[in-house]
C-alpha cells in the first residue's frame, strides 16, 4: 500500500471513527422525556375527540416534572371544591391540637336537623332527624364518599367559608373560590360559583401531599378520607387496591376529577376537567382515558432503571 493509500485509509478511519463518536446517545432523562411527549400525543389525541374544553395538570411527585394542558383556564368545580372544605377541617383540628379556641375538630358532634337537609344527600338523608349524632369526620367521610351535600353545608357552616378563602389565599391560589354552598342555585344563578383552574388544584393537592398544609398523623387520616372508595372517573380503568385520593365533580355540561395517585416508587397528582360539554358520558370517558394514560407512564418510570429495564422475579432474557 501506498503512503499515499496509508494516508487516505487513515483519514477514512479517522471520519469513521469521529461520526461514531458523534452520533447522539439518549440520556436517561432524555428517554423518559420520550414516554412525557408519548402521553402529551394521548391527552391531545382525547382533546381531539371531545366536544368540548379539557384542562388537564399532571404533576411527578418525584421527578417535578409537570405536564399541561389549558392548565390555567378557570374551570367550575362543582364537587372537587370538597377537596378545599376538607382541607379546612383538617388545618383547623390540627390548629385546635395545638390550643387554638374556637376551632373546629374531626370529633366534634353534629345531630341530624331537617333543617340542614338539601338534595343529592344519600345518606344524611335518609338518618333519623333530631336524633342521630355524627362527628365532623363521619361528615366528611360522606361528603367524600357519597358526596352528600348536606353533609358538606353543615361542615361549611362549622369550618367557615371565609376560613377556606384564607387558606386557599395562603397557598397563592388566585382563582381557587368555595363561594356558594351545595345546590344553592341562587348563588349559582348569581354567577357565585365554585371554580378553581388545573393548575391551582394540583398546586393545593402537591402542598398537602407534601406536608405543606397539615403536617403528620393527621395528614395520613386526610388522605384516608380523600382515598375513600368512590364512583369516580380517575380510578375507573387503574387498578384494583390502588390508592386514589381524589374528588370528582359533576355539573351539567361539566365533569372534573383530581386527585393524587399513591403509585409505589412513583407517585403522582392528576387534574383533569373539563365543561361545555356536548355530552356528559364523553367527558367522563375522556378523564378515564387521560388517568390511564398517565398511569401507564409512571408505572414504567416507577418500575424500570433510569435506561428503562424492568427487572421482574423470573424475569430469564438476556
Not at 458523534?22 to 423518559?32: C, D, G, L, M
Not at 421482574?312 to 432474557?317: E, F, Q
Request: glycine share 8%.
Amino acid at each position: 500500500m501506498t503512503h499515499r493509500k496509508h494516508a487516505a485509509f487513515a483519514a477514512l478511519l479517522l471520519v469513521f471513527a469521529s461520526g461514531v463518536c458523534a452520533a447522539p446517545v439518549a440520556a436517561p432523562a432524555e428517554k423518559q422525556q420520550i414516554l412525557w411527549e408519548r402521553l402529551r400525543g394521548a391527552i391531545l389525541d382525547v382533546e381531539q375527540r371531545l366536544d368540548g374544553v379539557l384542562g388537564v395538570a399532571i404533576l411527578d411527585l418525584t421527578s417535578g416534572q409537570e405536564l399541561m394542558l389549558h392548565a390555567d383556564e378557570v374551570f367550575p368545580q362543582a364537587s372537587s371544591i370538597k377537596i378545599a372544605v376538607l382541607a379546612e377541617l383538617y388545618h383547623q383540628a390540627e390548629q385546635a391540637q395545638h390550643g387554638a379556641s374556637g376551632k373546629a375538630t374531626l370529633a366534634d358532634r353534629y345531630v341530624v336537623h331537617t333543617a340542614d337537609l338539601v338534595p343529592d344527600s344519600d345518606i344524611l338523608g335518609g338518618l333519623t332527624p333530631e336524633v342521630t349524632q355524627l362527628t365532623n369526620r363521619d361528615l366528611a367521610t360522606m361528603m367524600v364518599a357519597v358526596s352528600d351535600n348536606s353533609a358538606t353545608n353543615v361542615l361549611i357552616d362549622r369550618v367557615g367559608m371565609d376560613n377556606v378563602a384564607a387558606l386557599l389565599s395562603s397557598l397563592g391560589l388566585k382563582h381557587t373560590r368555595l363561594q356558594r354552598k351545595m345546590m344553592d342555585l341562587k348563588a349559582a344563578g348569581e354567577g357565585r360559583e365554585n371554580l378553581s383552574t388545573p393548575r391551582e388544584m394540583m398546586t393545593l393537592l402537591e402542598r398537602l401531599y407534601r406536608g405543606k398544609v397539615i403536617a403528620e398523623p393527621l395528614l395520613a387520616d386526610f388522605f384516608t378520607v380523600l382515598g375513600t372508595h368512590k364512583d369516580s372517573w380517575l380510578p375507573r380503568e387503574l387498578p384494583e387496591g390502588l390508592k386514589v385520593a381524589n374528588k370528582p365533580g359533576a355539573l351539567e355540561g361539566v365533569r372534573n376529577d383530581s386527585g393524587v395517585v399513591f403509585l409505589k416508587n412513583r407517585p403522582y397528582v392528576i387534574c383533569v376537567m373539563t365543561t361545555y360539554l356536548a355530552s356528559e358520558r364523553a367527558g367522563e370517558d375522556a378523564i378515564s382515558a387521560i388517568s390511564a394514560a398517565a398511569y401507564s407512564t409512571f408505572e414504567r418510570l416507577g418500575n424500570a432503571s433510569e435506561y428503562g429495564r424492568v427487572v421482574s422475579s423470573g424475569n430469564s432474557h438476556h
